[in-house]
């Protein structure tokens, strides 16, 4: 009997997923759905020594033919920018992500002034304008799943909707209306700053079940984006931690909610930004998890190695 198929690929400092599941109703006799697509920066894959690929490349490779759901779970560069070209490529047939489609329509380009741009504010604008030209790019219809949602993506197949909730939604909402809006230099820096450290904690918060066996799926949510969940809505054999496993991806007590049996880390092999914090890893480990990660260092012999507990 075939199974459903869940790829977490390779695209170093960023996140990306494919999932495949068998439904004679989709072409080909699969529903593919992409969960964000990682980082769309050549820097990103130039050491391709772990195999990093990029999405979309990646992708073409597995012989991917169509897309029927892209999920982009938060508007940050490591996860929203490699959708692009996927998209460009294989145009969705639907489009989830978190903001209002009314807004989204009217968004403009932001410029990007030279006088106090850092690196970390340039990823973000570039996330900010490649998120518009995907959302304006497509013709498909376009969702904002919000908590409570529950929705049967295909045969087996089902997705709750753990977050954001409408109230979160509407204060990134805001947030972001009133960045396009502002027209003082020093006030856009302090808003976008602001946004860009909220953003993790607006993430899609995907729960999948199939056939008995549970996903979580929380974008970038660490640990203070699952207040207000009822910790047995968490439970999950397979758990994807948040923020690429920095320290404050998850809590112990979370941990022991979700219970799950294999924990996934998208973290560069380089550990950049703190991620694959030892900590977080030996805490999940002693809860009996197995642990996989997306991007693994090469050992002596210049092979990569399978995934390894920490």
Known sequence: MEELKLTFVNVGYGEAA????????????TFVM????????????????????????YLSLRGVDHIDLMAATHVHEDHLCGLLPAAEKLPPAALWQTLPPEFCRSMRTLDIPAEGLTPSRSKFLRALNDYRRLCLGQSCPRHRPLAGME???????LVRVLGPSRAQAEKLASSCRALYEEADPSAFWQRLDQLDAAMNNYSLILLLEYRGTRILLPGDTNYMGYGGLDPASLRADLFKVGHHGQRDGISAEQIQAIAPRAVVCCASSDRRYNSADPAILQMMADSGARLYFSDCPPGPDGAVPPPIRP
């Open 18 to 29: 494919l999932l495949e599941c068998p439904d004679p109703a989709f072409p080909g006799g």
């Open 151 to 157: 929705l049967r993506l295909c045969r087996d197949l």
């Open 34 to 57: 992409v969960i964000d697509g990682g980082s769309a920066e050549a820097e990103e894959y130039r050491d391709s020594a772990t195999g990093r690929i990029p999405l979309d490349q």
